[in-house]
């Protein structure tokens, strides 16, 4: 491998150094699966959700919003077959005790041994899995070559607690798997008080929890991440169509935001839920291989009809457009995680890029993030402290802040302070220099009309000249015209 490909160990050490992620309690060792956002992370994420807002809600009209509670009534856990059902095979070496999530042990071993199985480890029974490891796999946590396991069983990913001074049966509560349910629990609200008529959608983003067994490549899997799921609810026979449509809407929303075609692939569900009709993931190619980052699912009635039977509440639509006939929606989910969407930004993004010139190697790394999600816009530098320079270029971070967010930096060569703005992806510099402050009005005072800057473009590395007047404008047109970079 070329060393100076994207790797995720580069991709965790640029977080931690920059800013956008550190490990969870780390001065206590570390919480494994629990990593916090920091000032440049918090940024990031915040507008990969603003992207996928503005693109599900204020670009569908048929789609409106909801920010359920994290704490819902226990029997909505029951009633969408969490509480039966949510599980994962696991399986466990008897000579070290070590926990492994079955399916992903076969996975992973394939994908390292580049072997095929004979069928797709999520058609195989537990019988097939653990008949699979015990003829391949040595447990990677002691290394054993007995592959003494035991039999493959099934554990819930839910958390439980309960609320309130008593723990008893009608305390119970479930920190939620998926943000979804509430859209479910309020779709009469939503028909209701905003007159909504099939077909439309719900979206909600928010924190989800699972009590994973396996947490690796870094925020790729966690226990506590965050979901961006819409609901769209059809008329029964329109359910195919929907699918087709939020299937190719999903695919255009990352390749809008810079993620090239042949870097995404479909993975369609051989097994299906019992009440799912159709399944597809969308997959990226993660320096970890081509891994999920969004489920598309048709999933019929059976969530409001579930719903309608633990509750006892009519959750039927009237259809006014057809003879008020009342029918229960059929869903198309579509169901995104934040945290993989992060990464797989910043991964598409990472580039160490060779920039010397004169046959001499000189490699600066850049992110070319799409300027929409990069965390800071622009970064404001004076050449130097001195000479009011730095005050003028104050004043215009000032100008800048209300419709951007921006960076000061004074500090090293304005060469050093370019790469550090590129290493973080931020796609515009502007650099306050003496012809800055060169002009002064008549009066002597600095007026912000005067002067001009440089704009300097973290992908070509270009700079221009730009009259001050002009600097906020310019820099939104650049943003609206912005296209993808392109790696060679
Ligand atoms: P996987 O097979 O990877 O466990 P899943 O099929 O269980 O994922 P869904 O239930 O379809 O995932 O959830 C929708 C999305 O939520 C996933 O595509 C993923 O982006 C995200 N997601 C699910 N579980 C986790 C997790 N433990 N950590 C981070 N993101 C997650």
Redesign the pocket.
């Given at each position: 491998m070329d060393n100076h490909e994207c790797t995720l160990d580069k991709i965790i050490s640029l977080c931690k150094r920059r800013g956008f992620v550190y490990q969870s309690s780390e001065i206590y060792g570390g919480q494994a699966g629990a990593w916090d956002y920091g000032p440049l992370g918090v940024e990031f994420k915040r507008n990969i959700q603003n992207a996928w807002w503005k693109y599900m809600t204020q670009m569908h009209d048929d789609v409106v919003g909801l920010d359920g509670a994290i704490f819902t009534h226990h029997t909505t856990w029951e009633a969408s077959g969490h509480v039966g059902h949510f599980s994962?095979p696991m399986v466990d070496c008897t000579e070290c005790n070590a926990r492994h999530r079955a399916d992903k042990l076969i996975e992973d071993w394939c994908r390292s041994n580049d072997f095929n199985p004979e069928k797709p480890v999520d058609t195989m029974s537990h019988e097939e899995m653990k008949a699979f490891i015990v003829d391949h796999i040595n447990c990677p946590v002691c290394g054993s070559k007995n592959r003494k396991y035991t039999d493959v069983r099934e554990f819930n990913l839910m958390f439980k607690t309960y609320q309130g001074a008593v723990a008893n049966d009608s305390s119970l509560i479930y920190l939620r798997p998926?943000t979804c349910q509430t859209i479910f629990l309020d779709f009469k609200n939503i028909v209701q008080s905003n007159r909504m008529k099939v077909p439309f959608g719900v979206a909600q983003y928010g924190k989800?929890f699972?009590n994973?067994l396996v947490f690796k490549n870094f925020?790729?899997?966690?226990?506590e991440?965050e979901?961006m799921?819409m609901e769209y609810f059809c008329k029964p026979g329109t359910e195919d169509e929907t699918f087709d449509y939020w299937r190719k809407e999903r695919w255009a929303f990352y390749l809008k935001y810079g993620i090239p075609e042949k870097q995404l692939k479909w993975h369609h569900h051989d097994k299906l839920a019992h009440y799912a009709k159709d399944a597809y993931?969308i997959t990226y190619n993660f320096p970890i291989g081509f891994?999920?980052?969004?489920?598309i699912?048709s999933r019929t009635d059976w969530d409001l009809s579930q719903h309608m039977k633990f509750s006892k509440k009519d959750m039927q639509y009237m259809d006014q457009e057809d003879g008020n006939k009342k029918y229960i929606p059929y869903v198309v989910e579509t169901?995104?995680?934040l945290?993989?969407?992060f990464l797989m930004f910043l991964c598409e993004a990472y580039e160490e890029q060779n920039v010397g010139t004169d046959g001499k190697d000189d490699y600066r790394t850049v992110l070319h993030l799409d300027p929409r999600l990069a965390p800071i816009t622009v970064a404001v530098l004076p050449l130097m402290k001195k000479d009011g320079l730095a005050e003028k270029a104050k004043e215009i971070q000032n100008m800048l802040k209300e419709d951007f967010v921006t960076d000061f930096d004074v500090s090293g060569s304005v060469g050093k302070r370019y790469r550090r703005q590129d290493e973080v992806g931020t796609p515009f510099c502007v650099t306050i220099d003496y012809e800055t402050i060169q002009e002064k009005l008549e009066d002597g005072s600095n007026n912000l009309n005067y002067g001009t800057v440089t704009l300097r473009f973290r992908d070509s590395m270009e700079q221009v000249r730009v009259p001050l007047y002009d600097l906020c404008a310019r820099i939104h047109k650049e943003i609206a015209a912005y296209k993808p970079y392109v790696k060679n």
């Open positions: 994962d998926e989800a699972r994973e925020i790729f899997r966690t226990c991440f979901q799921e993931d891994e999920e980052i969004e489920g699912h169901s995104a995680g945290n993989r969407n």
